[in-house]
């Protein structure tokens, strides 16, 4: 199993290029960065890396607002300009996000998703694409010489998961459980394509105290349908139910079983202090050992 980080909600540009170097001096596998609403742009942000592990990605890149031929152009740029070694995750994100706030409508997630990968993994692979469909329209090819990066979509749903099985080269997960990954998500995409699992931390010695704090905090993610209808799989409550809480030995135990549950790949996620943040990455020697 690989094993890499990536930061939530960073500050600044000069948190990720930090935060990537230390996983680069660490001997990861990969680094990760996200796309939030009003946040930093991911592919941006991997641009401008120096020190890196092998593997840098995109968890997720929202799927609504860029037109696949511009996702596709970005996506070879930074291949290009940076050596290669990126890894595009894609996902259609959430109607709060796409609809309320950006004012496009968060039609059919699945019928868009299935019409953009079918645009978008062609072009990055150097062919010319024409297609019509209920979203796209599309005749072009890009003149854009760089090796084409994985193609990875964030998928929860049956119905999701077995498109990324179709179409892509694996699913990333995140407020997932072991026995989510080996009952739900393993089963219907198959052993031939990657599993990436974002595993959340909080190293404490009240874990009970602690999670009813991330249950506040992460109330809203729960009310997404997609995060609701997952943890509802899962006899869970709140996104915090999958936090992994504890100590290091807690940590290493829950890496074992995401291993285990089928994980081809565990992106870290450390909560809390800077402090705790080393303290949790140190841990990946012990496991890997």
Known sequence: MRIGTSLINPAAPDDVVAAAADAARRGLDSFWTNQNPGRWDPLVLLATLGERPPEMGTAI?????RH????????????????GGLTLGIGPSHAWYIQDQLGIPYTSPLRHTREYLTVLRPL??????RHSGEFFTVDTKLDVTAPP????????????????????????????????I?????PRVGTDI??????????????????EALARDFGA?????????????????????????????????????????GATDVVLSPLGTPADRERTLDLIDAFSS
């Open 61 to 65: 890149l929202t799927t609504y607002p």
């Open 68 to 83: 696949p031929v511009t996702t596709a152009t970005e996506a070879l740029t930074v291949q290009a300009a940076t050596g």
């Open 124 to 129: 990055l692979h150097g062919e010319h694409v």
């Open 149 to 180: 990066p994985a193609l990875l979509m964030a998928a929860l749903g049956p119905r999701m998961l077995e498109l990324a099985r179709e179409l892509t080269d694996g699913v990333v997960t995140t407020w997932v459980t072991p026995e989510l």
């Open 182 to 186: 080996a009952e739900h998500v393993a």
């Open 194 to 211: 990657r599993i990436v699992v974002q595993v959340i931390t909080l190293l404490s010695t009240e874990p009970d105290r602690a999670r």
């Open 221 to 261: 993610v729960g009310e997404m349908p997609a995060y609701r209808e997952s943890l509802g799989r899962a006899g869970l409550s709140s996104p915090a139910d999958t936090v992994v809480i504890g100590d290091e030995t807690d940590i290493v135990d829950a890496l074992t079983r995401f291993r285990d549950a």
